[in-house]
């Protein structure tokens, strides 16, 4: 079989010395296809096989280059069978790709995803719901690009997934971890208990207690999202930027929480059109 290694030359070759629409197109299909294994293989043990294959290209090329014959002829060896290899040691991802292939599941990859996202802000409006209809009080910092490790190592661990019985049950008064805040990273409770500065702040109302001043501090230092819920008068409210909006209803609190979690996707193609279409309207 060809050398992989001559291939991938060939190829870095023709991107810098003839690129035409043919080689166009066939750049696309590769990153494609490199992105959908990466996705493939993400969160398995297959990822470090493939981040070790990357490693092992990279070796044959600066051997190449600094003129280590031996190594070079070891490792091109093991490169020539890489067909056979690939096949051996990601035979459990190439399966579960083909009969994804086999049922459509490719096509509709992004269905899981918001499924998944569909169920969690149902989840948290759920809680919240439910908790305000009893006047339990709650702290939920939503965490976005701003990490909040350092508030997550105040409380105790949690990393769990995301659900109603799970976030209500934390809350529940006279239980270990109701007081204080619960933090929550993309689709997993991370932490419970969690220890927030107070906003200092002037002319906040005396009516904020200090659930409430937390979540302002905690929205003024970083991005994140707070959705907290008052036990006194069981009113949703939000903090963000700093801002306190309060009487939040099940209709602007799916806003909020889709928002988090069903941005806008833009696919490869689209960026590219975009992008062309950007250099139209300039011209």
Known sequence: MASLWETIQTMIWNVFHRPGLADIIDIIV??????ELIMLTRQTRGSAVLKGLVLLLLIVGISNLLGL???NWLLMNIINNGAVVLVVLFQPELRKALEQMGRGAILDKNHENKSEEARIVDEVIRCLTNLSRRRVGALIVFEQKTGLQDVIETGIGIDARISAALLENIFEP???LHDGA???????????ACILTLTEGAGISHEL??????AIGVSETTDATVLIVSEETG?????????????????????ILMGMYEPPRTSLLSMLFKGSKGKEEAQ
């Open 30 to 35: 590769v990153a494609v296809i490199i992105y």
């Open 69 to 71: 014959t031996a190594l």
């Open 174 to 176: 006279n239980t270990p």
């Open 182 to 192: 619960v933090v929550v990273r993309g689709t997993r409770v991370m932490a419970g």
């Open 209 to 214: 207690g200090t659930r409430h001043r937390a």
């Open 235 to 255: 009113i949703i409210s939000m903090a963000k930027g700093g801002k306190l909006t309060r009487h939040l209803d099940v209709k602007t609190l799916r806003e």
